[in-house]
């Protein structure tokens, strides 16, 4: 059995500012931690333009990207609702989000913490849906977060997950090709058509931020993923992500505390030790149980061993 954990590997300085609270909050998991051989590797999200958690789902499900693709490419397929698409068709995702200007460039909120409800989504979706009128695109509902984009089969475009951009920068990612020009002026007209949108009004009371626009991605076809379906011995607990990437450290800990009640300690009650798939920011780590001689528990700094990988990753 295999769990994997997005969110679970801290830069270092702030790994090393949490460790002293790991064994008092999630006591299995640190027990999981000390009795693991650990393998860690660096991806590179400036090539994959995904995080290192995608990074891993896309080679869980086999993507081989095409000459002119990048790994986040197999998103679009690997996350679309409609699975009756022909396994030839590139698939374009539209994530709904939230940009806003800082002093230097351009952030971004993606979907997953802007709240959006399923009447909320219909409303934007029936809104813009007119804009795409004789534009080459074609706009289809795919669920609340994400809708498709069928594109002219000469459209081409380097794109990044939503969740790396939201960690970067728009600027860093916003797409310059030439062919990506009918698309960066519809969306332009998608955020006008927005700005007083009554979803938005209604969101501004509520205190939650507009959402005001639309970030694609994908490109990639059903065929290239050569082991779409995860196994289900693989679960993800993603409920330490969004304060990994927030760096809500306090969140992040009552996270974990949940995860350890409601996950590693019903585990660890049922005799179970897992392989743990780890995601960080640009890294990923499995650690498998290894059986020890039960002498070496009495080794002097046998147990915390992981703590020096964990917190002090180059």
């Not at 650990?38 to 590179?44: E, F, G, I, M």
């Not at 379906?229 to 505390?257: K, N, S, T, V």
Request: a neutral charge; proline letters at 8%; hydrophobic letters at 45%.
């Amino acid at each position: 059995m295999h769990i994997v954990l997005p969110g679970a590997l801290p830069d270092p300085e702030a790994a090393r500012a949490l460790l002293p609270h790991l064994h008092e909050t999630a006591p299995t998991f640190t027990g999981w931690l000390s009795r693991s051989r650990a393998r860690l590797r660096t991806v590179d999200p400036a090539v994959s333009a995904c995080t290192a958690f995608e990074h891993w789902q896309l080679e869980r499900a086999g993507f081989q990207p095409d000459a002119k693709q990048n790994l986040s490419a197999g998103l679009g397929p690997l996350w679309a609702q409609d699975r009756s698409i022909a396994p030839d068709q590139p698939v374009w995702l539209a994530e709904l989000v939230h940009m806003a200007p800082t002093q230097t460039s351009t952030a971004m909120l993606a979907s997953d913490v802007l709240r959006i409800t399923p009447d909320q989504s219909v409303a934007l979706f029936e809104s813009a849906q007119t804009l795409f009128e004789g534009t080459g695109f074609q706009l289809h509902h795919d669920g609340d977060r994400r809708w498709r984009i069928e594109a002219p089969a000469s459209f081409a475009l380097h794109s990044a997950s939503p969740a790396l951009v939201a960690a970067t920068s728009v600027n860093d990612w916003w797409p310059q090709q030439e062919a990506a020009r009918p698309w960066r002026r519809l969306v332009n007209e998608i955020q006008m058509l927005w700005f007083g949108h009554p979803v938005n009004a209604s969101r501004q009371n509520q205190g939650l931020p507009p959402v005001n626009g639309l970030w694609l991605f994908g490109g990639g076809r059903a065929e290239q993923l050569r082991n779409a379906a995860l196994p289900e011995q693989a679960p993800c607990y993603e409920a330490l992500q969004a304060p990994f990437m927030a760096q809500d450290w306090a969140g992040w800990l009552a996270a974990l505390a949940e995860l350890e009640a409601q996950v590693f300690l019903p585990l660890r009650q049922q005799g179970m030790q897992p392989v743990l798939v780890l995601a960080g920011r640009n890294q990923l780590a499995t650690l498998e149980p290894r059986t020890l001689a039960r002498w070496t528990q009495w080794l002097p700094g046998s147990r915390n061993t992981w703590s020096k990988w964990w917190s002090y990753r180059n």
